[in-house]
């Protein structure tokens, strides 16, 4: 989670805190209704920066949590029966294109091949959503703006995007943030103390770098919300720790104890570590 930005009219409510030209880069390509494409690892702020920038731009967010059992009838729409006999249903995608909005369709390469292909007509000069069902050829609104992103991090032969998709995009690629950003995000999230998040932080930075063990994923900026969280409302900050960190990461036995160990260090007193 990137974090957020206060806001100096405090109309968005959505707290982000950039780290470094992507508010102005999107606000850019919305004015140009170019696509864009934005790339990080899980947790870093992608779906959190596409919420502030919904509502810096005063535009409606359509999130679509993309899988491999997404069809594009789930994108675009389809045909329903009710008491009144057949009618059509606009789905995320088409509502979007229709009356104006941030169509975000999150670990894009999760969906189906032949679920992105509806995405081409959208995503160059034309602007445009072809409905086969209805016989519709939907010219998107001046406000319409597709937006995907994806953890290259899971990338592979058989899940990664299509250069001739990828090239439709205007790219952004995200990270997580650096400490000072990271301990400024958690403190405003949660409330939490500066000093326990700069153990947080310090203690994940730790973690990130950790390459003997077998993490597929490294520790979030929202996973250190999530262990401050518990932590301001009471809870034991080595338990948080272990319970939000070490449990989430990882079910491997030896990288649960190496995890537990560096907690150990941040988060237990000498006479704790010693007994």
């Known amino acids: 989670m990137s974090g957020g930005q206060k806001e100096d009219d405090m109309t968005n409510r959505c707290y982000y805190l950039p780290q470094n ?3 102005e880069l999107f ?25 502030h920038m919904g509502e810096k731009l005063n535009r409606p967010v359509y999130t679509v949590a993309c899988h491999d059992d ?8 389809r045909h329903l029966i009710n008491a009144e006999g057949t009618y ?35 995503a160059d000069y034309r602007r445009v959503l072809p409905l086969d069902r209805t016989g519709e050829i939907i010219q998107a609104h001046k406000d319409f703006m597709l937006v995907v992103s994806y953890n290259p991090g ?19 690629q995200f990270s997580y943030p650096e400490e000072q950003q990271e301990a400024e995000i958690i403190v405003a999230e949660t ?15 730790e973690i990130r770098r950790l390459k003997d063990h077998d993490l597929q994923e490294m520790v979030s900026t929202r996973l250190l919300v999530y262990a401050a969280l ?16 070490a449990e989430s990461l990882t079910d491997d036995t030896e990288t649960f104890q190496s995890l537990e160990q560096l907690i150990n260090l941040h988060f237990l007193s000498d006479k704790e570590r010693a007994a």
Not at 32 to 42: A, F, N, S
Not at 89 to 116: F, H, M, N, S, W
């Open 154 to 172: 899971y990338q592979n032969l058989l899940k990664g995007m299509k250069p001739s998709t990828r090239q439709r995009f205007v790219s952004l």
């Open 88 to 122: 059509w249903q606009d789905g995320p995608l088409t509502k979007a294109v229709r009356e104006g909005g941030i169509c975000y369709l999150d670990e894009v390469v999760e969906a189906r091949k032949d679920t992105t292909v509806v995405l081409h007509p959208l």
């Open 191 to 205: 409330g939490i103390d500066n000093q326990t998040a700069r153990q947080l932080v310090t203690l994940g930075k």
């Open 230 to 245: 518990l932590i301001e409302k009471g809870f034991p900050k080595r338990d948080a720790c272990i319970h939000c960190l």
């Open 21 to 23: 030209n992507e508010i």
């Open 27 to 51: 606000t850019y390509a919305a004015e140009l209704q170019l696509p864009v494409l934005i790339k990080g690892p899980t947790g870093c702020g992608k779906t959190r920066f596409i919420e």
């Open 70 to 77: 997404l069809t594009a009838a789930d994108l675009v729409g």
